[in-house]
């Protein structure tokens, strides 16, 4: 499995990539990115299954890349990893076609829940 970790900074991608292995995503190979724009062009390239995207970046958001992916037909599984949770925008995100949203501080069992769903939908 191929996953894109996209967040503007390096030590939450490097907490994330760290949070997925303890997870027991270890043996999958993890690409990032450093914002929407950044990621949008790295999916177009193909071959990923699964984005983990922040909320807040500059030049493109993860929701403005969300919702660039599902324009464009892409139907990876994309999940939230955000430390903003609010119900409003857990709804907005399920709306644009987010799998899941995982609240910062975030735990590898809260990882491995969220996961396990998606990727059971995805197989």
Request: hydrophobic fraction near 50%; proline fraction near 3%; charged fraction near 20%.
């Amino acid at each position: 499995m191929k996953i894109l970790v996209v967040d503007d900074s390096k030590a939450m991608r490097m907490i994330v990539t760290r949070t997925l292995r303890q997870a027991g995503f270890g043996g999958h190979e993890i690409v990032e990115a450093v914002n929407g724009a950044e990621g949008l062009a790295a999916v177009s390239k193909g071959g990923f299954d699964l984005v983990l995207s922040d909320w807040n970046m500059p030049e493109m958001s993860g929701f403005e890349f969300l919702l660039a992916l599902r324009v464009s037909g892409s139907l990876i599984p994309f999940g939230f990893v955000t430390s903003e949770s609010t119900s409003a925008m857990r709804q907005q995100a399920t709306d644009g076609g987010a799998n899941f949203l995982i609240a910062k501080p975030f735990t590898p069992e809260s990882f491995a829940e969220a996961l396990k769903g998606v990727l059971a939908i995805a197989a």
